[in-house]
């Protein structure tokens, strides 16, 4: 056990103790936090005092801590620890504070180890959650990469965790625009979980930013994972879920972002499709709003106003400019053979003075061919 | 020109002479026959009253008009003409003269001529139509078919347009199944068109119900078809949209839905597939309910609380049943080697004693296994 000396860390150390102490999303930890701070409560702890059962559970986790030695280690790797009281703290991530818990998780991390040149709150400032299920079919890997493109093409950063499937393209996605991206991982982010993307993870790390709540060389659990999704839907202003069978960990991510009044988005897929099941869900139950493309997303998460899609419309064919009148005579003009005005009147039921003078006109436009007095539908 | 002679001739006479006279969807005429009588508006018509431009415009068709002959024809060849004042008359068309025009049509129908054994009027009180594009996907197709089989399975009738590809699909899926199904046409009944689709439209006439605004004998047109829509919308509580590309006819009858206060359905596809684009602009832009299979429809087309389905979820693992503490410790016992009590406590954050306890909780659970006071995970 260390030595009990009330007083001598720094906030910074505090938190940074507290981070190896605790499991990411107790709330108990991050109520006792913002009640008293975190110097206060790393005081506390190690002059054991219980703290609603804090004490006991982390009572191993106290020998041997040395928070200063994990700065000092962490800082020769390239990494930083992320504090409130850091220019770069995104205050979007005090909102776990005011957020109810979900599954026994929630409050806002004592800070973040982050790896990245990125500054975490400019990230923040303008980011979209990308999340999915670790088994993607191919539709929705493609889907997830083209997103991730096209909003950090428009300097909108992809959040995601990095996972195999979905998370992976949407990352992948951002890195080939050149845009920003940042990954929330469920271990330490000195670690490359999943090992096979440790080049994805060296990437981001160097031109984006690799985040996480626990401390280097920390391994990650189920606990944790659920627990990052909070992370991730909290530094987004928006969280697009790109298929996400009803089992899905993105359903947990989902929401954490309706929780925190964040925007929730879908992309759907094929009624057949297992992936897309959780998704159609999400927009069919959960008041998820149905995105298809990029576009779709600014619009949603951009202050109102400030991105309008256009609603899809095919091109418009000549016909389109047409009076009602105009296409119903037309419609009563053969196609192949030439019929007389009285024919087509009564076809059309319109007056034959009405129909000849439609034709006409019509003939100017190039609708209709004339010979002798009757008429047929002129060739395309 | 026919002889002038007022008030010869029955509501029911009157009104097949309209059908035959007028345009489906000219709301001047439906309005006429609204405040007059379609008795009156016949007679005026036929004594040369303007009525707002009508007489002018159906003056070529009055001649040679012989209603009492067209009535007696169509009940030679199996095809009645359903008036408002029959049994079968369902009211949810009248709600036609209440909603406003589209693109210049609107207004309920003067009747509708019909081919087949089924009352209109029951299979309009539980109807669902089930609509889109003609170049439908086989994807589109097969979602259309197993929705038109699910409805009509549950009694309830599947309405569309007998076109190529969704509708077709959705007519057949209910004709598998037994179960009712009602085809709108542009064009007389007792014609076949796609003619293609005269073997679908024979077996609808034999067992369900074949519809139309037109008297027999009368061609498609372009007008027609979108005038047609409406009579699809309306004879329906809901319309699902399977497949409608941005330009589809569809889409109009969804507008007619909307317009007409029913409940306004899309079944979503891939975001990269064309025909499904529409279905995608409905639910993003116009509030159409996302809908995947038979039981969504269902539950939004019945009375409420009556058909609700399940939210979707995956089989349960015996893992979801343990507490918030039990996982965590069970996401610190090591998987291939054993670990002693200290080290899974630390590696969990809680406190030895805690953690023991739980082992031996989930011993018995067959969770874990243990050797010497060393625990593993439990081979599945």
């Known amino acids: 056990m260390t030595e009990p000396v009330a007083g001598a860390t720094t906030e910074r150390v505090a938190r940074a103790a507290l981070s190896r102490l605790g499991e990411p999303g107790d709330v108990r930890l991050s109520t006792l936090v913002e009640q008293l701070g975190a110097n206060q409560v790393f005081d506390l702890l190690r002059n054991e005092q219980d703290l609603a059962g804090v004490h006991t559970d982390v009572a191993a986790r106290l020998r041997g801590l040395d928070p200063e030695r994990d700065l000092e280690q962490a800082a020769k790797a390239g990494i930083r620890f992320i504090c409130p009281e850091d220019d770069e703290w995104p205050a979007a991530l005090d909102d776990l504070n005011r ?40 539709y929705g890997a493609g889907v997830a990469s083209d997103l991730g493109a096209h909003l950090a093409g428009q300097d909108v950063c992809v959040v995601s965790g990095a996972a195999f499937g979905i998370d992976q393209a949407a990352h992948r996605g951002a890195l080939a625009a050149r845009g920003p991206t940042v990954a929330v991982l469920a271990c330490g982010v000195d670690r490359a979980y999943p090992s096979a993307h440790k080049n994805l993870l060296d990437y981001i790390g160097d031109v984006g930013l690799v985040v996480s709540e626990l401390p280097p060389g920390c391994a990650p659990t189920r606990w944790r994972f659920l627990s990052r999704n909070r992370v991730i839907a909290a530094l987004a202003q928006g969280t697009v879920v790109v298929e996400a069978a009803v089992r899905s960990g ?3 991510t989902a929401s954490w972002a309706a929780r925190l009044h964040r925007v929730l988005m879908g992309v759907p897929g094929p009624v057949t499709s297992a992936p897309s099941e959780g998704v159609h869900e999400l927009i069919r139950c959960r008041d998820a709003a149905l995105v298809t493309k990029g576009a ?18 095919g091109p418009e064919s000549p016909r389109d400019r047409l009076s009602a009148r105009e296409q119903r005579v037309l419609d009563a003009v053969p196609v192949a053979t030439h019929a007389g005005g009285t024919s087509i009147a009564r076809a059309a039921g319109l007056s034959e003075a009405d129909v000849l003078d439609v034709l006409a006109r019509m003939r100017v436009k190039g609708f209709v061919e004339e010979v002798d007095d009757r008429w047929r539908l002129a060739r395309e």
């Open 296 to 313: 779709d997303v600014l619009e949603l998460v951009s202050p109102a106003g400030s991105f309008v899609t256009a609603e899809a419309r």
């Open 99 to 138: 957020a109810e818990p979900l599954q026994g998780r929630g409050g806002t991390p004592v800070g973040l180890w982050a790896k990245g040149p990125m500054r975490l709150g400019e990230a923040a400032a303008r980011a979209v959650a990308v999340v999915g299920s670790r088994s993607a079919t191919s």
């Open 250 to 252: 993105a359903l947990n």
